[in-house]
């Protein structure tokens, strides 16, 4: 019931009564727009050509703020200044927008194009094989990264997540002065720098043990200090979104507080908390000052994150972009590919699992769950 | 207060008191919320206690006035200070007009269908490790702005900020460093703005429309105006964001250590990345200063980001 109604809220109101929108796109339009740049390129071409500028950047960029003032002033003489406005802004924002797409997905396919062949062309020793090179010297691997990886954030994710969510119910249960203090510090700690992290660590842990102080576990207890902000802020918003009438049905029948949230408030939030959770994991997997004083890195097997140098992939694509060979390079490509997979993939889940949660509560994970959640009128 | 034997049924009495499970689950709610503000202070505490040789023993005001960060003898905060800075202010002003783009795009320009698609594409190019940034900045954006950015020093060096001091070398620059950490932080600055502006008022919006609004019109005169506070909650936590970026600065960043106006050459350090680079190898008055440039480094976000989340709720409650 709470989910139909939470979800309704969040499809725009604009759909069901279908208002009059304004055309975007008028065929005068795209005649004003081709014509003013086929004009300003002609112009530019020409000046440029007989000032004699070499083709190049130049020659793009005086395109594009030329072929701009003349459709704005082809526009306003027309159609006047209103509509010029109108039309210069709509087209601001479509390149704006799709600059910023393009930059962004091009990052993305950069590293699927460079670190994809990589992982493919040794596909299972690439994830398995450690980082020394074999006794070929060429069967480099991201293994031990990988197993790091996995163990750091998941004794972070244990450390974090309970206490996030823990806090996160502080904040929206409890009223006092000191809720809203953390509150505070939550907000605040979600910008700490990276490496003020890392650092804090190292000065509290490592330093003082010296050449014994690195771990995967004080790579994990790092990955925390960061982990716990940003979960238990988007925690805060799906628990802040549960509807005060269930909360006060619950107490009105004498539920006791602690059943309350833990009955009613956590299990209403239940989707967009294991959300929060999941963004929480994929956000810090991918921290590399944090664990660069920490983890110790290293190209061998480590398999127990309590004791000794430990790598990771962050820290695994740190150390090989620092390296001459155009192999070791391209290793670290790879691990750059494994570690954008493992963080996106995470991603997806956790949106795939928030929204099944919210639209189909009686879904497969509703099912699995439904077993733990007896109606709270029954105690 | 009526007399309980007077009638039949025992009323309830209402206690203000909690029950005991109800305590400890209090205790066990306090306690998690307090470890986080501990954390907060602890953080602070120790590298003020790391820091606290270099200000006392080595400068004093120096530390906070010097302009060249030389280690052991007198290292000034500025000449990294500055660089951070540097870097986040190309970045937020290259990231916010394409972040609001985007988000005005999302919102009252791409069709409905495509709405939900992009909103969940900008979202997840959020959660990209900025080390994959940093990578791809080092190997493909350094070789890619050269041919722009030796055009901009060239035909726009009369503009006193691309005025530069050494022609010719223009990569590894803070410039460049600004861009890159600008594709960073756009999904964050257009997520947040995008939700603000998706809880402007849709009744005011038709109703520029009605009275023969244009679209824009109803953007500036409407969809702004109302979510202004967002939006500069937004930038706070942006440029928050780009001041502490460590690794894409790390990777891209030349070595140097001194405040320098030619942001398209070599020149200007960086808090994050002097730490990251020197602090393991440092001796302990080293570690001590950097320790307090940390300090200087973490303070700085802190007022950015609080004060983005302060903007940004108060704008909340307006709704």
């Keep these: 019931m709470v989910e139909i109604l939470a979800d309704r809220e969040s499809v725009s109101p604009l759909q069901p009564d279908r208002p009059n929108r304004k055309r975007p796109v008028s065929r005068d339009g795209v005649i004003d727009l081709v014509g003013a740049a086929v004009a300003s390129l002609a112009a530019v071409w020409l000046v440029l050509s007989l000032a004699g500028v070499k083709f190049g950047f130049g020659y793009v960029f005086c395109w594009a703020v030329v072929s701009y003032a003349l459709y704005g002033v082809l526009v306003w003489r027309r159609d006047g200044v209103l509509i010029m406005k109108e039309r210069l802004a709509t087209v601001s924002i479509w390149t704006g927008g799709v600059i910023a797409l393009v930059a962004l997905l091009g990052v993305v396919a950069y590293v699927v194009a460079k670190g994809f062949p990589e992982v493919y062309d040794s596909f299972p020793q690439f994830l398995v094989n450690d980082t020394t090179g074999g006794k070929s010297g060429v069967a480099f691997g991201v293994g031990p990264a990988i197993v790091g990886t996995l163990e750091q954030v998941g004794i972070a994710a244990l450390i974090s997540i309970p206490i996030a969510f823990l806090t996160a119910t502080y904040i929206v249960e409890s009223r006092s002065t000191l809720a809203r203090l953390v509150q505070n510090t939550v907000d605040a700690m979600t910008g700490t720098p990276s490496i003020i992290a890392g650092l804090f660590i190292y000065i509290l842990w490592v330093y003082p043990h010296g050449v014994n102080g690195r771990s995967g576990f004080v790579a994990a207890i790092t990955l925390s200090v960061m982990m716990i902000p940003v979960t238990c802020r988007a925690a805060l918003e799906v628990i802040r979104v549960v509807p005060g009438s269930l909360r006060e049905a619950a107490l009105a029948i004498g539920a006791p507080q602690w059943r309350v949230a833990l009955r009613i408030v956590l299990p209403t939030a239940r989707a967009g908390l294991i959300t929060a959770a999941i963004l929480g994991v994929a956000r810090t997997a991918g921290e590399t000052a944090e664990v660069l004083f920490t983890a110790g890195g290293g190209p061998h ?65 509703g099912f699995i769950t439904s077993w733990r959640r007896s109606p709270p009128v029954s105690e | 207060m009526a007399d309980p034997e007077s009638v039949d049924e025992t009323p309830l009495v209402l206690k203000h008191s909690l029950t005991g499970p109800d305590r400890v689950f209090r205790v066990l709610l306090a306690t998690s919320g307090a470890i986080v503000f501990v954390v ?280």
Excluded at chain 2, 110 to 138: E, K, Q, Y
Excluded at chain 2, 252 to 257: A, F, H, I, Q
Excluded at chain 2, 300 to 305: E, I, N, R
Aim: overall charge neutral; hydrophobic content about 50%.
């Design chain 1, 301 to 365: 097997y480590n398999w127990n994150p309590f004791h000794g140098e430990q790598d990771d992939l962050p820290l695994r694509i740190y150390e090989q972009v620092f390296q001459p060979s155009a192999k070791a390079i391209s290793v670290g490509w790879g691990a750059a590919f494994v570690l954008m997979t493992l963080v996106l993939t995470l991603f997806i889940l956790a949106r795939l699992l928030g929204r099944g949660g919210s639209r189909r509560s009686f879904s497969l994970w």
């Design chain 2, 40 to 319: 907060l202070i602890s953080i602070l505490a120790f590298l003020a206690y790391k820091g606290w040789w270099a200000l006392t023993n080595s400068l004093r005001l120096h530390f906070f006035t010097g302009t060249v960060w030389s280690t052991p003898l007198h290292p000034g905060v500025l000449g990294i200070l500055v660089g951070s800075v540097l870097i986040a202010l190309i970045a937020i002003t290259v990231a916010l007009p394409i972040a609001l783009s985007i988000a005005l795009m999302i919102n009252e320009y791409a069709p409905v269908r495509l709405r939900g698609w992009l909103t969940g594409l900008v979202d997840l190019l959020a959660v990209i490790p900025s080390i994959v940034f940093g990578f791809w900045g080092l190997e493909a954006l350094n070789v890619y702005v050269r041919a722009p950015v030796t055009w901009i020093a060239e035909h726009l060096g009369f503009i006193p900020i691309f005025r530069t001091t050494e022609p010719g070398n223009y990569s590894d620059s803070v410039f460049i460093c600004g861009l890159i950490v600008a594709i960073m932080i756009i999904p964050v600055v257009a997520s947040v703005s995008r939700e603000v502006m998706a809880q402007a008022p849709r009744d005011a919006v038709e109703a520029a429309y009605g009275l023969g609004g244009t679209r824009w019109g109803s953007i500036t005169d409407v969809i702004l105006p109302f979510s202004r506070n967002g939006i500069v909650g937004g930038t706070l936590l942006g440029i928050s964001r780009a001041l502490g970026e460590t690794m894409a600065v790390v990777l891209v960043l030349s070595n140097n250590n001194q405040v320098s106006k030619a942001i398209l050459g070599p020149g200007n350090g960086d808090i994050a990345k002097q730490i990251a680079d020197t602090f393991p190898v440092s001796d302990i008055h080293g570690q001590s200063e950097l320790a307090l440039a940390g300090l200087t480094l973490f303070a700085t976000t802190l007022v950015f980001s609080l004060g983005g989340r302060l903007v940004a709720r108060r704008s909340v409650g307006q709704s």
